[in-house]
């Protein structure tokens, strides 16, 4: 379906900003901050053309991506049919899967991984291959009109998915899964905006106990998880932003953003405040902080554990938002200082971090901001754990025939993030949601990194 991709990279910057930016990057402070060794310069990486997927008609966001180490990618997201249009039996209101064998240059056809009649549907797409076997698909998502945590997994590369099983034991009215895999250990990290939890199962998803991570009060309210992780030691790990109780109905700040960290299987946790942000920017006929501050969490090969979001500067209500970064090198005991990653101009605002990892010291960045005067998403490499970073990349770009897609970018993130992995190829894939507005309707689409040169 899509053979023919146009490869071109996107190089944003002139040797003198590059050179620029990294000498800035060298005289911040903090336990990440460059060294005094020199640094040879690192070129843009190159990214092929952004390619949709989905059917031709139809409503699609929130994708997640994910790849296993046999060659295989693998892009889920939510579908609803629209103007009448009937796509395929059990596809309306579900989560449909793609898969590409050739490092996303094509992909199969779209159907549903769980196509039962369930009132409702499914949202809120989570794909994670088993770092372990390399081969195992795990996906979770929200499920029914009042929402519960369903899980399922696939072992045929995503032909076939096992019966979607509730995981939580809490009344309907969840939100916000988050999930993680390693080897026999699973977790759904998930709220019902008042408390926080996560599902956990530790012989490879037969019997699951749902455990509190923390319980809302007065200074942490109305939380929303967004991201989640396992080490090699078993420790699990689990981001989220709360809203102040006082004004949570509107968004309103302060808005914390914290890191969940449990090592015996979710029986207690232990909490880092990592920072405060200001309420995020006004988005008109949005849901509730749609621009508001998240944090995106993974864990290296090496057990890192890196993080990326964006927030106000200082705790300034309504103030554009930036992208910053943070590591820990000791099991998440405790972190590094926030470190600012994007040189855009002050007053651009930035929103939906994301983050992927290669090899040790191999972390990749994404987020999306407005310096064009339009959306787009963007990114930048280290190939030594946020020591340096390389310049940055404008992922997406313009494909005619879309409404809300111009030379400048798009007209608003659709859904409330997006999805980087890293491929068996040492390649990164990214799969996002544009639209025109918070209502849609949108589209999925993706796009892939490769060598220079090629």
């Not at 988005?283 to 090496?302: E, I, N, W, Y």
């Not at 943070?326 to 002050?346: E, L, M, Q």
Request: net charge negative.
């Amino acid at each position: 379906m899509y053979s023919n991709l146009i490869r071109r990279p996107t190089l944003l910057f002139s040797w003198f900003r590059v050179i620029s930016l990294l000498a800035l990057l060298m005289g911040l402070s903090g336990p990440v901050a460059a060294s005094a060794t020199a640094i040879q310069p690192v070129h843009a990486t190159p990214f092929s053309t952004q390619a949709r997927l989905g059917f031709q008609a139809g409503d699609d966001w929130e994708p997640a991506i994910a790849a296993d180490h046999l060659g295989h990618v693998y892009a889920l997201y939510k579908h609803y049919d629209v103007s009448g249009s009937k796509t395929c039996a059990g596809c309306d209101l579900h989560l449909l899967i793609q898969r590409s064998s050739d490092g996303g240059q094509t992909w199969s056809k779209p159907h549903p991984i769980a196509p039962g009649n369930v009132a409702g549907g499914q949202y809120d797409s989570q794909l994670v291959v088993d770092p372990v076997d390399g081969r195992t698909i795990w996906a979770s998502f929200l499920q029914g009109d009042n929402s519960t945590i369903a899980v399922v997994k696939s072992t045929d590369f995503g032909e076939t998915w096992s019966k979607p099983k509730i995981v939580s034991t809490q009344p309907p009215g969840l939100d916000k899964d988050e999930l993680a895999v390693r080897g026999n250990t699973i977790m759904v990290a998930y709220d019902d905006n008042l408390n926080t939890f996560a599902a956990v199962s530790l012989d490879g998803g037969e019997h699951w106990t749902s455990r509190m991570i923390f319980a809302g009060d007065a200074q942490f309210n109305v939380p929303l998880a967004a991201g989640a992780a396992i080490d090699s030691l078993g420790n699990l790990f689990v981001s989220w932003d709360s809203y102040d109780q006082a004004h949570s109905e509107n968004g309103d700040g302060p808005v914390t953003l914290w890191v969940s960290r449990s090592s015996d299987h979710g029986r207690h946790w232990t909490r880092n405040v990592i920072d405060v942000s200001g309420a995020p920017p006004a988005c008109t006929d949005c849901g509730f902080a749609f621009l508001g501050a998240q944090m995106a969490l993974k864990v290296g090969p090496d057990d890192t554990v890196y993080l990326l979001w964006n927030g106000t500067i200082d705790q300034t209500d309504f103030a554009p938002e930036r992208i910053f970064f943070a590591r820990s090198t000791n099991h998440g005991v405790s972190f590094s200082k926030r470190r600012p990653v994007s040189d855009a101009p002050d007053g651009v605002e930035h929103a939906f971090p994301s983050l992927a990892t290669g090899s040790a010291g191999d972390v990749r960045l994404g987020w999306m901001d407005t310096r064009t005067g339009a959306w787009n998403v963007f990114y930048r490499t280290s190939p030594d754990g946020g020591e340096h970073f390389g310049p940055i990349t404008r992922v997406s770009g313009f494909v005619p025939g879309y409404p809300y897609l111009s030379q400048s970018g798009f007209g608003l993130p659709y859904g409330d993030y997006f999805s980087m992995v890293v491929d068996a190829a040492d390649q990164t894939q990214i799969a996002f949601g544009e639209g025109p507005s918070y209502q849609g309707p949108g589209n999925i689409w993706v796009a892939h990194s490769y060598p220079l040169g090629k």
